[in-house]
Every structure is written in C-alpha cells, then in structure tokens.
C-alpha cells in the first residue's frame, strides 16, 4: 500500500505541476482571467491533496482500512474536483458543451475530499 500510495502521489504531483506550468504559460492568452482562476483552483487543491497522499504514506504501514480509504478518496477527489475544474476552465476556449454534465462533477468531488479527511482523522483516533 505505502508504495503505491508513493506513486500515486509522484504521478499526481508531476501531472500538478505540468498544468500549473500549462495554465500559467500556455493557457493565458486563451481562456479569459476567470477561466484562469478556476484552472489555478484545480491545480492549487490537486497539490494540497498530493501533499496529504504523501503524508498517508506515512500511516500506511499500520495497516489501517482507514487510511485505504482516505487514499482511494483523496485520489478520487483529485480526479473529480480538479478534473473538473479543469474541464470547466477550457469549456468556452474549445466550445465544449460538458458545463452541465462537469458542473455537478466538482462538489462529488469535494464531498471526496471531506470524507478522506474524515477517515484520516478517525485513523489518527484509532492509532494507539
């Protein structure tokens, strides 16, 4: 578990990077400066949760489903809340028509987040 967290996080933490460095260089001459925001967003909250996946790793020696779970939702979460936000961010520079589809994405994505921070929290309850 503790490697493949550890690769989860390097691959989500490179890909983190690439599309900050895309947005701040690639993207700002296409898509208007709210676009951007929400880009960046996607982006910022993709690094807090590549942070926490690293952090996970640290717990996953104790074999805790708990902290199965926060990793499963911490990477879900990534995937639906910046995914989507980076979906959403280029609807209207690639005329994409996904807004209505992606829009209800990003919250199930957050909802993802909460719930592996809850489950990191109960880990740390139950660790002795």
């Known amino acids: 578990m503790n ?11 490179a890909l983190a ?12 001459n296409l898509i208007s400066a709210s676009s ?7 982006v910022e909250y993709q690094f807090y949760h590549t942070f926490a996946l690293l952090y996970l790793s640290t717990f996953a020696r104790y074999k805790n489903k ?3 779970f926060s990793f499963i939702l911490f ?10 936000l980076y979906l959403l961010a280029l609807k209207d520079a690639y005329h ?8 209800p994405i990003t919250p199930i994505g957050g ?5 592996g921070w809850v489950c990191l929290f109960l880990a740390a309850l139950k660790d002795k």
């Open 3 to 13: 490697k493949r967290i550890i690769l989860t996080a390097a691959f989500f933490g």
């Open 17 to 28: 990077v690439i599309l900050g460095a895309f947005g701040a260089h690639s993207l700002k």
């Open 36 to 42: 951007l925001e929400i880009w960046q967003k996607g």
């Open 66 to 68: 708990l902290i199965g």
């Open 75 to 84: 990477s879900l979460g990534i995937l639906l809340f910046s995914g989507s």
């Open 96 to 103: 994409l028509t996904i807004g209505q589809f992606v829009g």
């Open 111 to 115: 909802l993802c987040f909460i719930l």
